[in-house]
């Protein structure tokens, strides 16, 4: 059974830093790429970045370029999100999904799993 | 303002047939594939239709996704009560080279 759990959520002042992980089990790890999503409270969904299986490509959203940092270590099966330079607006559920596919392509990747999420609060 | 439309809410009673619409541009739905993924209230979301039509093993064949021009539909027949959840569309957009949602629509079954 795909199992993600992420970690790493939590109350932090803006401007500061936190790093998210993404535990992985059930599956290849090493054969998918994988995504990073969030969800504002009581908002719609917002895909944030995503990063390939062997961390050759990775994309981002315009609003987190240059601040936030995907990256992935296949030997412990993790998924990471280091979100630097955080603001209000980046308050919202971190969701770790799985890709269909290796290489997250433009077009044809899809989230065929998710994590439960973590909550980052971002508040002075 | 998110990037592909859906209506906010839709409604329909149980055993109907319901539909629910997203719309977009040249640059998304009307040149790449359309996902749908739906939330149960208080759950991650959990793909529901991938590559416009088809279906994940274990998602009913009561739902069903099309695509025409620029905008997609997902149809819900023989609706029940545990359909109740929000509904989201998605597309890749090669304008902003980013993955997009719509705003989700709410479905109550009545």
Redesign the interface.
Known sequence: EVQLVESGGGLVQPGRSLRLSCAASGFTFDDYAMHW?RQAPGK????VS?ISWNSDTT?Y??SVKGRFTISRDNAKNSLYLQMNSLRTEDTAFY?CAKD?GRAAA????????????TLVTVSS | Q?VLTQPPSASGTPGQRVTISCSGSNSNIG???V?W?QQLPG?????LI??IYQR?SGVPDRFSGSKSGTSASLAIRGLRSDDEAVY?C?A?D?S?????????TKLTVL
């Open positions: 999503v719609g969904l917002e895909w995503d994309g959203a315009d969701y269909n433009a077009g044809t990747a899809h989230f065929d799993y998710w994590g439960q999420g | 998110s040149s790449n594939y996902y993924y759950t991650a979301p959990k793909l991938y590559s994940p989201y998605a890749w090669d902003l080279s980013g993955r997009v949602f719509g705003g989700g």
